[in-house]
């Protein structure tokens, strides 16, 4: 998958960020490598379900927004560090 954008919310306060990836080598999204490639209608749609869809469980959450491919891969890369630091290198590599 290649990631294009990060979804940033808040869920019961704590940050959960959203990868919005696609397909690396499918032809149909061989275009879409940054956040003004997506359908801004798409993005919209996306923001809004994860606005509410916790609210039927009466879970708080919070939208901050999208961030560009440039963010998404930082979070990447900061969540693979995490998991280095609990596992170690061995299971990273795994």
């Not at 019961?12 to 919005?20: E, F, I, N, P, T």
């Not at 999204?29 to 798409?42: E, W």
């Not at 749609?45 to 930082?74: C, N, Q, S």
């Amino acid at each position: 998958a290649r990631p294009i954008g990060l979804f940033r919310m808040l869920d019961r306060g704590v940050a959960d960020d959203k990868v919005l990836a696609v397909p690396a080598y499918d032809p149909n999204f061989q275009d879409y490598y940054d956040l003004p490639h997506i359908p801004q209608h798409f993005l919209a749609e996306t923001g809004h379900f994860f606005e509410v869809y916790k609210e039927l469980e009466g879970i708080p959450t919070e939208v901050l927004g999208w961030e560009r491919v440039t963010m998404a891969r930082d979070r990447i890369l900061y969540a693979m560090d995490l998991y280095r630091e609990k596992f170690g290198e061995s299971a990273a590599e795994a």
